[in-house]
């Protein structure tokens, strides 16, 4: 009892410690991810931040510098003039792309309202916009030269105007000139920023990393992306970062989002970005939970057995007293002569007879139980008729009926010849008999019989007991298996009676089972493989 809940304890305690390890493991994985995808951020943060920088170097040096340089030159040339053409802007040779940046020059006078504009054909909502947002700037413009952007919502669209002092020296200053940008052609100047190199530092990267491995979007409103190259990718280690106030705050309204492709991570963290071993560890835990509690369920069947087995052996002794006390009381009347008539004797001499019969039927059963055990039962199969076998076998059982008034009839339909071995055979219709009688009532007549079904003989015997329930009928071949319907009943028995019939049965190629008797008792049939043709009806 105590071993047995010591060792659902440690199993148990087992099953805790694996529990507990494959918990540190996920724990494990989980920091390790975690640290992975921190790097993953960090890495986009480093690479968006040399992202921004390079577009502002790109469109400030390259294109709104140059531009409202050369607007601010050819004004100081030309105070009074329209500009005929973009092409009168003097820009130096290298940088006549900036012109495509251009969507129209402007020019603002605050001291008598006048806004002109050449180029592309301005709305007069811009136009009115954009003359108060000039008068309101006037006063605070940069006079050394430098320029400022302001962006601005007109209608459903983001503006941007870029703007210098036209006469810095002027006081108090009057005039404005600028343009504005077109930002729509902006994703070609994003696209030859990124193209100047790797976003991220090559010593920080493996071999074999490029821009490709990195999504980048560009927005100046979440319905106006200016540039988009790549997937987002899922999962999402990325960040937006705002082009903010630098560069006299050029591209202040944009957006930068940027993410590292999850697949290079092997590139960028030692070990990558490992996966969640959750549903593998939990699958494991689950598997040991399993195996625990089957091992658990085989010790309580095992504990149980333990206590059959013990039921077991008082129950076999008391077999053996009530015979062996009748024996011993018999014989012992016989010799002190304390008999009366010579009928007593003859009596007395039967029920030693009798009981040492049921001694040796006892201990024959126990035995064959003890072999069944150990599988070393040794059979010796020879082909015979059934009847003279069986009415022997009656013969035999009839001293074993006195006392209870009970008698045999047989019903033999058929006698085919079957192979078995006759002491098997005799052990299981004498233990199916002695069932018979020992469950039936008193001067109950039981039938012996034997029938023939498709090439299988049948032996049966049928009682006017109490038969056996449907629930009962698997269980009661099974070893110390009993069906006590009245804890107080006087009828004992070992349990193994049946066992040892199915164990003999089963040897000889066949089957037995219990089922309903045709007068209200028990049938118990034993089926065999017929070794001959039919045999003749008795
Ligand atoms: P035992 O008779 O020693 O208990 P068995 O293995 O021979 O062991 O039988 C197992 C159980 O099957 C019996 O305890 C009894 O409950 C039931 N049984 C066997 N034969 C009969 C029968 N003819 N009628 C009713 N019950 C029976």
């Excluded at 986009?44 to 531009?67: H, I, K, Q």
Aim: glycine share 8%.
């Amino acid at each position: 009892m105590r071993r047995f809940y010591l060792i659902a304890l440690l199993l148990i305690g087992s099953l805790i410690l694996v529990g507990f390890l494959a918990w540190q493991a996920h724990l494990a994985v989980s920091s390790h991810r975690e640290t992975a995808e921190s790097v993953l951020r960090d890495y986009a943060n480093l690479a968006s931040g040399e992202f921004v920088r390079r577009t502002l170097v790109e469109v400030g040096y390259y294109g709104y510098y140059p531009l409202i340089s050369a607007i601010a030159a050819w004004h100081s040339d030309h105070p009074q003039d329209a500009l005929t053409s973009l092409e009168d802007l003097p820009l130096p040779e290298d940088r006549a792309q900036a012109r495509e940046l251009v969507r129209y020059v402007f020019r603002f006078n605050a001291g008598d309202g006048v806004l002109e504009t050449w180029g592309s054909d301005v709305t007069p909502d811009v136009t009115g916009a954009l003359r108060t947002l000039l008068t309101s700037a006037v006063a605070d413009a940069p006079t050394d030269g430098s320029y400022v952007t302001l962006f601005e919502r007109i209608g459903d669209k983001t503006h941007s105007f870029v703007f210098t002092l036209a006469d810095p020296g002027a006081d108090p200053p009057r005039r404005l000139v600028g343009f504005e940008p077109e930002l729509g052609v902006l994703g070609g100047w994003i696209e030859r920023a990124v193209a100047r190199g790797p976003l991220l530092p090559p010593s920080l990267t493996q071999e074999g990393f490029s821009n490709e491995s990195i999504f980048l979007e560009v927005v100046l409103a979440p319905d106006d992306v200016l540039y988009v190259a790549g997937e987002p990718y899922e999962p999402w280690f990325g960040v937006e970062q705002p082009f903010g106030e630098e560069y006299r705050g050029m591209l202040a309204e944009v957006t930068a989002r940027l993410a590292i492709d999850p697949e290079v991570a092997p590139q960028l963290v030692i070990g990558g970005l490992p996966r969640s071993r959750l549903p593998l560890l939990l699958g494991v835990l689950g598997v040991v939970a399993g195996l625990v509690a089957i091992a658990i369920l085989q010790l309580g069947r095992e504990r149980a057995l333990i206590k059959l087995r013990s039921d077991f052996v008082s129950r076999v002794s008391h077999e053996l007293r009530t015979p062996l006390t009748q024996i011993r009381m018999f014989a012992e009347t016989l010799l002190l002569k304390r008999v009366r008539s010579p009928e007593e004797s003859e009596r007395a001499l039967e029920i030693i007879d009798r009981e040492s019969r049921r001694l040796s039927h006892l201990v024959e059963n126990v035995l064959q139980f003890s072999r069944c055990e150990h599988d070393s039962i040794r059979l010796a199969p020879v082909p015979r008729r059934l009847r003279p076998l069986l009415t022997e076998l009656v013969e035999e059982f009839k001293p074993l009926l006195d006392g209870s008034g009970a008698s045999i009839a047989t019903r033999f339909e058929d006698d085919s010849e079957v192979t078995v071995d006759g002491d098997a055979m005799r052990q299981i219709v004498l233990n199916l008999l002695e069932n018979a009688v020992k469950y039936g009532p008193d001067r109950q007549e039981v039938w012996l019989g034997t029938s023939r079904r498709n090439g299988r003989v049948r032996v049966w015997v049928d009682d006017q007991g109490p038969g056996i329930r449907v629930a009962d009928r698997e269980r009661i071949w099974e070893p110390f298996q009993r069906v006590e319907r009245d804890p107080a009943s006087a009828l004992t028995g070992t349990g193994i009676g049946l066992s040892v019939v199915r164990d003999l049965v089963s040897k000889h190629g066949g089957s037995a089972w219990a089922e309903d008797g045709e007068r209200g008792g028990a049938r118990f049939v034993v089926e065999l493989p017929a070794t001959d043709s039919p045999g003749g009806a008795a």
